[in-house]
């Protein structure tokens, strides 16, 4: 009975968390990255890619696993919001925070063209401290980071679609 108490507590704990604005003074660099990512046709000639390549962009950062039912509900508006704002400068990123660590993981990649995600998807090498660097404690968990590096929202919990519209929206404008 307590351990189904203490399970109903956590779940209403994470689904009742939200976005967290930050201010451009109490805004945190964004931690840098390199990310492994997963082959989702032949043609694709890039395998890795890292955080700062995109500085001069706005970035939104999307830890996911794919037994995360709020992951998966996620994915579709984020690649709905990458292809709109795309051409100003937004670019979507998701880091799989799953066990599934190899760029051939056949249950991903299926996965992923099923629901036509064209955006960077991948994961952290073993030795990789992603997770820990963004204080992931649920998931999914979703920054949006500005075109000069700092983290301007974050998120844990599955978002309202105008929510996240709304804040890249104001992140872009700014």
């Given at each position: ?124 090498a073993l030795e990789s401290n992603i997770e820990q660097d963004y204080s992931i404690v649920g998931l999914p968990s979703t920054f949006l980071i500005d075109s000069e590096g700092n983290i ?23």
């Amino acid at each position: 009975m307590r351990k189904i108490l203490v399970l109903i507590l956590l779940v209403g704990y994470v689904s009742s968390c939200s976005f967290i604005p930050l201010s451009i003074s109490d805004a945190n660099k964004a931690s840098d990255f390199n990310l492994m990512l997963y082959r989702l046709h032949d043609g694709q000639s890039i395998s890795q890619i890292n955080l700062n390549d995109y500085r001069g962009s706005t970035v939104g950062l999307n830890f996911w696993a794919i037994w995360c039912m709020p992951c998966r509900r996620e994915m579709p508006v984020l690649q709905d919001i990458s292809d709109e704002f795309k051409d100003r400068g937004l670019v979507v990123i998701g880091i799989n925070s799953g066990l599934e660590k190899d760029a051939d993981n056949e249950e991903i990649v299926e996965f992923l063209n099923y629901l036509n995600i064209d955006y960077p998807v991948g994961y952290g090498a073993l030795e990789s401290n992603i997770e820990q660097d963004y204080s992931i404690v649920g998931l999914p968990s979703t920054f949006l980071i500005d075109s000069e590096g700092n983290i301007r929202y974050k998120w844990l919990g599955e978002w309202k679609k105008d929510t996240l519209y709304n804040a890249v929206t104001t992140v872009l404008d700014n």
